[in-house]
């Protein structure tokens, strides 16, 4: 009996199995992140916390962390819109620092460490 695929249909179909395995994988945060990411990180925390949204904004990033790559494809899209009423460039770094997947929990931590009071201890 003659199979219904031939050699190089089964390729093709296990290259397409491979690239769909593959299709949303993101690569491991190994590399730090960058100064001016880190001061931008800061100037987002300390508007958060000059404004008393702490305890709010940690509890939306810790909700909505898991969705953090599809905001940053969000704002890719919105990029030209956003252009009228924000710095290009920033959006775009946020963008991009939404991709990786430590940006959020890197955020909540510079939060809490802003909103806690000086010389109050964890206990």
């Known amino acids: 009996m003659r199979s219904f695929f031939n050699g190089s249909?089964?390729?093709k179909?296990?290259?397409f199995r491979a690239?769909?395995?593959h299709a949303f994988a993101v690569e491991p945060e190994t590399q730090p992140l960058a100064v001016e990411?880190?001061?931008?990180?800061?100037?987002i925390a300390e508007v958060i916390v000059t404004r008393?949204?702490?305890?709010?904004?940690t509890m939306f990033l810790e909700s909505m962390g898991p969705m953090n790559f599809l905001g940053s494809q969000a704002l890719h899209?919105?990029?030209?819109?956003?252009?009228?009423?924000?710095?290009?460039k920033e959006v775009e770094q946020v963008a991009r620092l939404l991709e990786r997947r430590d940006t959020v929990t890197r955020l909540?931590?510079?939060i809490e460490a802003k909103s806690t009071p000086q010389g109050a201890?964890?206990?």
């Open 9 to 11: 249909t089964v390729g």
């Open 13 to 15: 179909l296990a290259q």
């Open 19 to 21: 690239g769909l395995r």
């Open 37 to 43: 990411d880190v001061q931008l990180l800061e100037r």
């Open 52 to 57: 008393r949204m702490a305890a709010p904004a």
């Open 77 to 88: 899209f919105l990029t030209p819109i956003l252009d009228c009423a924000f710095n290009t």
């Open 108 to 110: 909540i931590a510079i």
């Open 121 to 123: 201890t964890a206990g």
